[in-house]
């Protein structure tokens, strides 16, 4: 399993970052996925989750009506839209999927930073 995250960077407070998971090595049209994102000093925490066929959607409750979690089954590729952001969301962003434990995190994750 491979999980390649990109998409990240620095934005100020408001601004807006899509993200994107290249993932390999498994079917990824079989498994959810979900972003988890880990701040500096913080615990790991789940941002949100999809499930195989794109249907269904689920977020975090500070992240609600902000973020937006999708993906192309086709193009084996999990994304994360982050609207409206604040400096508390800075932090790695991880994909991670259910078809493998979640940690260690098969990808390097992509920074995000809100300043």
């Known amino acids: 399993v491979q999980l390649v995250e990109s998409g990240g960077g620095s934005v100020q407070p408001g601004g807006s970052l899509k993200l994107s998971c290249q993932a390999s090595g498994f079917t990824f049209s079989s498994y959810a996925m979900s972003w988890v994102r880990q701040a500096p000093g913080k615990d790991r925490e789940w941002v949100a989750a999809i499930n195989s066929g794109g249907t269904t959607t689920d977020y975090a409750e500070s992240m609600k009506g902000r973020f937006t979690i999708s993906r192309n089954n086709a193009k084996n590729t999990l994304y994360l839209q982050l609207n409206s952001l604040k400096t508390e969301d800075t932090a790695v962003y991880y994909c991670?999927?259910?078809?493998?434990?979640?940690?260690?995190?098969r990808g390097q994750g992509t920074q995000v930073t809100v300043s």
């Open positions: 991670v999927t259910d078809a493998v434990s979640w940690w260690p995190a």
